[in-house]
């Protein structure tokens, strides 16, 4: 299967945990194995543990690229350097969010905790403010994004957020809904009814 619509390198936001049900392990792997199969360099926190490291060394096994950011204060922590493609250690977490953001072409989360939860905040309102167009979508497996995808939803319902901002975010169960409506977002043209994305 070939890459679609411009869309070469994917930065995966996770946790640094694997999660207490071995489904999340399960479909992160599929997830590492998807993006090797079909030629999308991952980009992503540069952590060896959890999720993190889990989907990294899947992409490795499986002939595809990674490129892992590490900031100083975290790069006990992060994977060996021989263990994947590249891995860039930076001065900070802002600059590790800047280059993941400038290296990625798309965005996915898997499940995770206060870490993830700000990378995705900061992708969407990063995009709201003009400074990428790029899709974010959330992998929602076991139901994990369930209760903040009403949250988000209800954010649009009663008027914080305008329901053209829903083009930046999609909640997908799996990785051919995922990569779909990437495919979808490069076509700008489709998003003349933003509800569909609600």
């Given at each position: 299967?070939?890459?679609?619509?411009q869309?070469?390198?994917?930065?995966?936001?996770?946790?640094s945990?694997?999660?207490?049900?071995?489904?999340?392990?399960?479909?992160?792997?599929?997830?590492?194995?998807?993006?090797?199969?079909n030629?999308?360099?991952?980009?992503?926190?540069?952590?060896?543990?959890?999720?993190?490291?889990?989907?990294?060394?899947?992409?490795?096994?499986?002939?595809?690229?990674?490129?892992?950011?590490?900031?100083?204060?975290?790069?006990e922590?992060?994977?060996?350097?021989?263990q994947?493609?590249?891995?860039?250690?930076?001065?900070?977490?802002n600059?590790?969010?800047?280059?993941?953001?400038?290296?990625?072409?798309?965005?996915?989360?898997?499940?995770?905790?206060?870490?993830?939860?700000?990378?995705?905040?900061?992708?969407?309102?990063?995009?709201?403010?003009?400074?990428?167009?790029?899709?974010?979508?959330?992998?929602?497996?076991?139901?994990?994004?369930?209760?903040?995808w009403?949250?988000?939803?209800?954010?649009?319902q009663?008027?914080?957020?305008?329901?053209?901002?829903?083009?930046?975010?999609?909640?997908?169960?799996?990785?051919?809904?995922?990569?779909?409506?990437f495919e979808?977002?490069?076509?700008?043209?489709?998003?003349?009814?933003?509800?569909?994305?609600?």
């Amino acid at each position: 299967m070939s890459k679609i619509n411009q869309i070469s390198s994917v930065g995966v936001f996770m946790g640094s945990a694997s999660g207490n049900d071995p489904i999340f392990k399960e479909r992160s792997e599929e997830l590492g194995r998807y993006l090797a199969e079909n030629g999308y360099r991952l980009v992503y926190g540069g952590g060896q543990e959890g999720l993190m490291g889990l989907v990294a060394k899947t992409v490795m096994a499986n002939g595809g690229q990674v490129l892992g950011v590490t900031p100083k204060n975290l790069a006990e922590f992060s994977i060996p350097a021989g263990q994947i493609t590249e891995l860039v250690e930076v001065s900070d977490m802002n600059t590790r969010k800047q280059l993941m953001l400038q290296e990625s072409d798309a965005f996915i989360a898997l499940p995770g905790g206060f870490g993830t939860m700000e990378e995705i905040a900061q992708t969407i309102s990063w995009a709201k403010i003009d400074l990428h167009e790029k899709p974010l979508a959330l992998f929602d497996i076991d139901g994990f994004y369930d209760t903040f995808w009403d949250w988000i939803e209800e954010s649009v319902q009663r008027g914080f957020v305008p329901p053209v901002d829903m083009r930046y975010v999609f909640h997908g169960e799996s990785l051919t809904d995922i990569f779909d409506y990437f495919e979808r977002f490069e076509f700008p043209s489709e998003f003349q009814n933003p509800e569909n994305f609600v």
